[in-house]
């Protein structure tokens, strides 16, 4: 099956630092991405969708100057996490499907990369 | 508006019992259904899904999973639980109109004991 990448695994960084992560599809090109995030015991909420190419869209609540995201070749998308404060810390997943699947079929999900904000 | 509710946080079976983990949904229009797990500090696997045709899903590991549309269920079954089935799952609805967004359901942590 297709294969999602995401570094780092972990970080821990100082409040006021900025964080990137990077999410890779390694043997298909992805035109669309989805950034989430799980606070613990909880559930994946979307952050927003990454389109190869043109802006992301954020959910509703998401700052979209907070979080950015640059999904710039059809096997890479960033999120970066400006500024990160330690309520920041979370576990953010990204996701990738098929191009040409209109979402009938499962996405293909990262790792997730746990950030940590002291 | 589109929702997936998962009535229970915890599950507990004893090895080679059968399981069932529970999921109900609210969409507009056809649902389309999945199922994925997680394990520890992992990301999600792709368990199974629903788009049509038969209401009996079958999927990875042993899984199954029955729409039901008059009970807008779709519950998680498997005949005789591991214990490496301990794990997290998440029941997922695709967004109508979407790119293919993902509505989440809460989670249900699955214990299977020896």
């Known amino acids: 099956g297709a294969v999602v990448s995401q570094h780092p695994s972990r970080v821990i960084c100082k409040s006021g630092t900025s964080v990137k992560i990077e999410c890779r599809s390694l043997d298909f090109q992805a035109t669309t991405m989805f950034w989430y995030r799980q606070f613990p015991k909880q559930s994946l909420m979307l952050m927003a969708t990454?389109?190869?190419?043109?802006?992301?869209?954020?959910e509703q609540g998401v700052e979209k100057d907070k979080f950015l995201i640059n999904h710039a070749s059809l096997t890479l998308s960033t999120l970066t996490v400006t500024s990160a404060h330690p309520e920041d810390s979370s576990f953010y997943i990204c996701?990738?499907?098929?191009?040409?699947?209109?979402?009938?079929?499962?996405?293909?999900f990262g790792p997730g990369t746990r950030l940590t904000v002291l | 508006a589109q929702s997936v509710a998962q009535p229970e946080d915890q599950v507990n079976v004893a090895e080679g019992n059968p399981l069932t983990v529970k999921c109900t949904y609210s969409v507009s229009g056809n649902p389309y259904l999945f199922w994925y797990v997680q394990y520890p500090n992992r990301g999600l696997q792709f368990l199974l899904k629903y788009i049509t045709g038969d209401n009996l899903v079958k999927g990875s590991y042993g899984f199954e999973a029955e729409f039901n549309k008059s009970q807008t269920s779709f519950h998680l079954k498997k005949p005789s639980a591991l214990v490496s089935d301990s794990a997290l799952y998440f029941c997922?609805?695709?967004?109508?109109?979407?790119?293919?967004?993902?509505?989440f359901g809460k989670g249900t942590k699955l214990s299977v004991k020896p």
């Open positions: 990454s389109n190869e190419g043109s802006k992301a869209t954020y």
């Open positions: 997922a609805v695709r967004v109508t109109g979407s790119q293919g967004n993902l509505i």
């Open positions: 996701s990738a499907r098929i191009p040409g699947d209109r979402g009938w079929n499962e996405q293909f």
